[in-house]
């Protein structure tokens, strides 16, 4: 596609903002290239947290160069501020300015897209709780992003995602339901006939009922079709739906008159996260959730120079001097310092320096294990409200 810039063209500063070539030019010729400490923080008091992710490929583009740089663990739940207000840098880097600093722009592109999709999972995911959330937001993105969105999205909460591709990401099998189209083409129940028989054993059997009739009419027909139908999909137009919680409930009801307890009820269709308790409440049992993840809004991450040649120097509106990142292990507070250790203001107990070296003298011993990282997203949004 002509569009998408190659790994290639990033590393050779293609999709670098031109200043920073400028400056290189400047530093050159000045004779200027000093050792610094930089850090990416999100000043922004917005958002009640932020789920950091994308560190696969900032490490991919600080490989071979020679600095350290340091993160908060891939998957780490944390407030844009710590409990005295810091912001709290997400990532650290040292070196050689002009060893690392013309890739600034697609350092930050690269963690703050990431980032925004895999929290806007996280907010999803804790309305959601245990039931399935999943990912159906690629058809609305650049095809060439459906790995980043649906490795972002499944790292930040959704139970699975629809794209082959993204799927092959997470090392997972892609799922989905049917399409209106097939539905169309071939009409309802022979649709939902057809469907059964075809699609191999052992895929989860959901049929979509909201292609002409009222829902729940077209529930029983699926469920008396599929047997072992596993849910039936809503995804009725806003145009025609009233109020869709109310519909679920109709849904469920003649469902379970019918002794169909066992079909669950999907729903999806512009669905918003204030959207989630009604219609758990009304009897979901499933959430597909598209544009709201991935598009979500980039995390608005800024890298800055913190220090100079061992001195503590940086711009107006931000924090001067290399820093640490500790958490508190009883009250989960997080608290921002230039010291080596740190115990919790809150409750008087040891805090822990969170952060972990992902490249080493541009060596990387970043790690990668997604289902770990979903897993510690998971366990740190018990913290959060």
Not at 167 to 186: C, D, N, Q, W, Y
Not at 223 to 249: M, Q
Not at 289 to 306: H, K, L, Q, R
Not at 354 to 369: H, M
Request: charged fraction near 25%.
């Amino acid at each position: 596609m002509k569009n998408i810039a190659s790994s290639e063209e990033i590393l050779n500063l293609k999709t670098t903002d031109v200043y920073f070539l400028r400056a290189r030019e400047v530093l050159k010729k000045a004779g200027i290239n000093p050792r610094v400490v930089m850090e990416v923080t999100c000043s922004s008091r917005d958002l009640p947290w932020i789920t950091l992710s994308g560190l696969d490929d900032l490490t991919d583009l600080m490989k071979g160069k020679s600095v350290d740089v340091h993160a908060l663990p891939e998957g780490t739940v944390f407030p844009p501020r710590d409990i005295r207000g810091i912001p709290i840098p997400a990532v650290k880097v040292a070196g050689k300015y002009l060893e690392f600093g013309m890739l600034e722009t697609p350092i930050l592109g690269s963690i703050s897209q990431a980032s925004g999709i895999a929290t806007k999972a996280s907010y999803f995911k804790k309305r959601v709780g245990d039931l399935p959330l999943l990912s159906f937001g690629v058809r609305r993105m650049h095809p060439a992003l459906a790995p980043l969105i649906d490795r972002n999205a499944f790292l930040g909460g959704c139970d699975n995602v629809s794209s082959i591709i993204g799927a092959e990401r997470i090392g997972k099998k892609a799922e989905g339901t049917m399409p209106h189209s097939l539905l169309l083409l071939v009409g309802e129940e022979e649709g939902w006939r057809m469907y059964d028989e075809v699609i191999e054993k052992g895929a989860t059997r959901i049929a979509l009922v909201d292609t002409y009739g009222d829902e729940k009419e077209s529930s029983l027909r699926a469920a008396r079709t599929i047997k072992g139908l596993n849910g039936v999909r809503l995804d009725t137009p806003s145009s025609r739906r009233g109020n869709f919680a109310d519909i679920i409930r109709e849904v469920r009801w003649e469902l379970d008159r019918n002794g169909k307890n066992n079909v669950g009820i999907i729903v999806s269709g512009g669905i918003k996260e204030e959207d989630i308790g009604p219609l758990k409440d009304a009897g979901a049992s499933g959430f597909g959730v598209g544009t709201s993840i991935s598009s979500a809004a980039a995390v608005d991450f800024a890298m800055d120079i913190v220090n100079i040649d061992g001195k503590d120097k940086t711009k107006k509106g931000k924090y001067s001097g290399e820093k640490n990142v500790f958490r508190c292990g009883r009250c989960h507070s997080f608290l921002v310092s230039v010291n080596q250790s740190e115990m919790c203001p809150k409750d008087g107990s040891p805090m822990v320096n969170i952060y972990q070296k992902i490249i080493d003298n541009g060596n990387s011993v970043y790690e990668e294990n997604l289902e770990a990282s979903r897993n510690y997203v998971l366990e740190q949004l018990r913290w959060f409200e």
